[in-house]
């Protein structure tokens, strides 16, 4: 009798009823409006990071403009900062010294309360246990750093988190060298000192459990689904659907591999995955290389993208800002967030910066003097490393 259970229970793993259909990819203008929104926002941040890290708070153009593909500049880092003047301003220190960047007093008050939003104790310990259950997703507790890095920016990490966050949590974290599971070389990687299985808890669990007063499981945990006006998924679709909600859940954080890879249950637990690391995220949205690569490394190769093509009602993948970014849709209502995080409240205060500098004349002025094209194309010799740029 038990082995015929176990034969039968073997037997719906390996089910696989999805039809054969196209699931309709159908814009949602809000959720892309949520994305528009913080076009060139993680660029900024970046080169503002790597001014004010400076003891001077500024850097010469010429050194600025070495990092324009490390922080993905969509143009050159002297149109950048002339593009958003209310963030960025240049000066020259002496008439002998080249041009400089440093920040408007503005940006340089909105940072410095950033700043003391990282370092206030409440928001750091909220960090440190979203950066572990983000390595406890992994199974084996560790990550790459360059993974890792990847997620900085979604994660709400400070830019210097190893030396400012990780070094300061060492019964927490640490860096460990392993050998990289793709590449099979060398690589530093940020892993957990201890299982902290007390945090091995998703969010789909914890409203399980807020809901009914304790966690059971194997429960047919169903996931929130939403649709853009006037989108209808076909009937033969609607109805797997259906049934998928119906299969037991299982936790993000539990080992499934050993199901089968192409059964409908291997995929629910692929959509925990997924649901769960978009949950940690504090915008509830990443790009989707980065998702794809954590899914390379955690051993779910193409499952991740068929998943999040196969579950529109789950996961948007919005095309705006020169790339594709997959948004958690329980995370919005219409274009905005839901939870409120003061990192995404400092966010939305630079992208208000950002907006300003548009407003004024388009003129870009150095010590009150508006350019000629002359002086730009100084400028651009100077960010160049063609020449010193004097007065």
């Known amino acids: 009798m038990a082995a015929a259970a176990t034969k039968l229970g073997r037997s719906l793993q390996q089910r696989r009823t999805f039809v054969n259909a196209r699931v309709k990819w159908v814009g949602d203008p809000y959720l892309d409006e949520a994305v528009q929104r913080e076009k060139n926002l993680k660029q900024l941040l970046s080169l503002k990071d790597r001014i ?12 600025l403009s070495l990092l324009k593909p490390l922080v993905d500049l969509p143009i050159t880092v002297a149109n950048f900062c ?5 963030v960025f301003t240049t000066f020259q220190p002496s008439p002998s010294h080249p041009l400089h960047v440093r920040l408007t007093p503005e940006a340089l008050t909105l940072h410095k309360e950033e700043e003391t939003t990282h370092l206030s104790p409440p928001h750091r310990n909220v960090t440190v246990q979203r950066l572990t259950k983000f390595l406890l997703l992994t199974g084996a507790r560790s990550l790459p750093l360059n993974v890792v890095d990847r997620f900085r920016f979604d994660l709400g990490l400070p830019h210097d ?13 640490e860096v460990t060298e392993i050998n990289d599971r793709l590449t099979g070389e060398k690589t530093l990687a940020l892993t957990l000192s201890s299982p902290r299985n007390n945090l091995a808890v998703s ?12 966690l059971i499981k194997g429960l047919r945990i169903r996931y929130s689904m939403n649709f853009p006006k006037g989108y209808a998924l076909e009937k033969r679709v609607k109805n797997w659907v259906e049934q998928w909600q119906n299969l037991p859940y299982i936790s993000p954080y539990e080992n499934a591999f050993h199901l089968g890879s192409s059964s409908d249950q291997a995929e629910k637990w692929t959509v925990a995955v997924l649901h769960e690391l978009l949950c940690l995220l504090v915008s509830k949205k990443t790009e ?14 193409m499952r991740f993208k068929k998943a999040l093509v196969h579950h529109p009602g789950i996961f948007y993948m919005s095309h705006k800002i020169r790339t594709q970014t997959v948004v958690l849709r329980e995370g919005y209502h219409k274009q905005f967030l839901l939870e409120r995080h003061p990192l995404m409240g400092m966010r939305h205060r630079y992208v208000y910066l950002m907006s300003k500098s548009g407003r004024g004349k388009k003129r870009d002025y150095v010590h009150g003097i508006e350019r000629s094209k002359q002086r730009k194309r100084a400028i651009k010799a100077c960010e160049d490393g063609e020449i010193e740029c004097t007065q």
């Open 161 to 173: 988190y190893i030396t400012s966050l990780i070094s300061d949590y060492p019964d927490y974290f």
């Open 82 to 86: 002339q593009k958003y003047s209310s």
């Open 203 to 214: 969010e789909m669990e914890r409203r399980e459990a807020y809901t009914n007063g304790s």
């Open 52 to 63: 004010v890290s400076s003891p001077s708070k500024s850097l010469p153009l010429s050194s």
């Open 288 to 301: 989707t290389d980065n998702v794809l690569c954590l899914g390379e490394y955690l051993g779910f190769g």
